[in-house]
């Protein structure tokens, strides 16, 4: 039993590296592909800075010639509404980190909800600062995944369930950074 829990760490910490480490592979298209799941492209256009701001409650529009002009697949409202129920907005009691990757970059989960989205506003700066990589773990609407990536403007945000992670973890809260440090609010 306590080799599969290592084994989830090692895991884990590979998945945190690949995520961390993404730009310098290339641009990050499928988180896991079970064969079931969705192309992330979608969840990514609206993150593009050069997408024209949609009419609320509609899908962004790429621009012609945009990175999101190529992409194709299902519309964000088709992923909606983003769940991680092993999660809640709470508060995070600090603690040292278990196991750490080399080099990996932050990451913190947040949701759309008030506590994340004043959560985002006061660490923006410090997150863009460690170079943090954001998932958006709790999102219900397009409007909601709009307003989350207005907040985090500067930093790289992707819309996922935080399931694996939450599991992983330990974590029952959010918004939560996890880095080299520990794991944080």
């Known amino acids: 039993m306590r080799a599969r829990a290592a084994l989830r760490r090692v895991a884990l910490v590979g998945v945190l590296s690949a995520l961390a480490c993404g730009a310098a592979w290339g641009e990050l298209r499928v988180l896991y592909d079970s064969g079931l799941t969705w192309p992330l492209a979608p969840f990514m256009a609206i993150f593009d800075e050069d997408l024209a701001a949609p009419a609320p409650g509609t899908a962004p529009e790429p621009s012609p010639g945009s990175p999101a002009a190529a992409r194709s697949g299902v519309t964000l409202e088709a992923l909606l509404p983003i769940r991680t129920p092993e999660m809640a907005p709470g508060v995070v009691r600090p603690r040292a980190p278990q196991a750490t990757a080399a080099g990996a970059r932050p990451l913190f989960l947040i949701g759309s909800d008030t506590r994340s989205l004043d959560w985002l506003e006061a660490h923006r700066e410090t997150l863009i600062d460690l170079g943090a990589v954001g998932m958006l773990i709790e999102a219900d609407s397009v409007a909601a995944v709009q307003e989350v990536a207005a907040r985090g403007r500067g930093l790289e945000i992707l819309p996922a369930s935080g ?14 950074l996890i880095s080299s440090r520990g794991i944080e609010q």
Not at 163 to 176: I, M, N, Q, T
Request: aromatic share 8%.
């Open 163 to 176: 399931s694996e992670l939450a599991r992983a973890l330990g974590l029952r809260h959010y918004p939560v």
